[in-house]
């Protein structure tokens, strides 16, 4: 079983404060994939990264992976209460390329 | 903007019953999911389908669930008798290819009493 863990568990910093949150695992995957997640709703995609020591930028959001493709990093610059939402990374596994989530971050950011 | 649709958002069932969950993937996509989240835990997976058969499935996914897509639009996941530990947010993903992205429904929060 390929798990993946993640920290921390509950974020809670001020506006405009920076921030990584981060996805371990013991495994190797293909690939990685980051979600944002809102109450009563499904998990949105924000980026997959593929190769060992990629870094993706998504606005104030910056992805990377581990050269290993073990872990994963997610760090927001200058946070803003709109970025407030639980954060989960997951990895492909298996045949359909089902995925693999972490336990995920609840990150609140306040005004 | 295309999206997966999940009926219903809400559903309130006595243990032991019949729940049917349906999800309407995107049109042209090919490959469908479904996975679970138990209040508080990890999104789980349950089942991947593909050219009208599983493809994968979790050992979460026993006798007691179903998949079935019988229309061409409509990805069902039945429960044939409901207990408590299935009550969880149930949702729906599909992606045209599978190295294209995954859309996750809104999900199907299955309360069983």
């Known amino acids: 079983t390929q798990l993946l863990e993640q920290s921390p568990q509950f974020l809670s910093i001020q506006e405009g404060e920076n921030l990584t949150v981060y996805c371990n695992s013991s495994?190797?995957?293909?690939?990685l994939q980051w979600y944002r997640q809102e109450p009563g709703e499904g998990p949105v995609l924000l980026v997959t990264?593929?190769?060992?020591?990629e870094v993706k930028k998504l606005k104030r959001l910056t992805f990377q992976f581990g050269d290993a493709r073990k872990d994963s990093s997610l760090h927001i610059t200058a946070a803003q209460p709109g970025d407030t939402g639980l954060y989960l990374c997951?990895?492909?596994?298996?045949?359909?390329?089902?995925?693999?989530f972490g336990s995920g971050t609840q990150l609140t950011v306040l005004p | 903007e295309p999206e997966v649709t999940q009926t219903p958002s809400h559903q309130v069932t006595q243990m032991g019953q019949e729940v049917i969950l349906r999800c309407v993937p995107i049109?042209?996509?090919?490959?469908f999911y479904w996975y679970r989240q138990i209040l508080g835990q990890k999104v789980e997976f349950l089942v991947s389908?593909?050219?009208?058969?599983?493809?994968?499935k979790s050992e979460i996914f026993d006798d007691q669930f179903s998949v079935e897509r019988p229309d061409g639009s409509n990805f069902t996941l039945k429960i044939r008798s409901t207990k408590l530990e299935d009550s969880a947010m149930y949702f729906c993903?599909?992606?045209?290819?599978?190295?294209?992205?995954?859309?996750f429904g809104e999900g199907s929060r299955l309360t069983v009493l």
């Open positions: 997951a990895g492909e596994v298996g045949s359909a390329r089902q995925l693999t």
């Open positions: 495994s190797v995957f293909s690939s």
């Open positions: 389908f593909y050219n009208n058969e599983i493809s994968e």
């Open positions: 990264v593929v190769t060992g020591g």
């Open positions: 049109s042209n996509h090919l490959y």
């Open positions: 993903a599909s992606r045209l290819a599978l190295a294209g992205e995954l859309f």
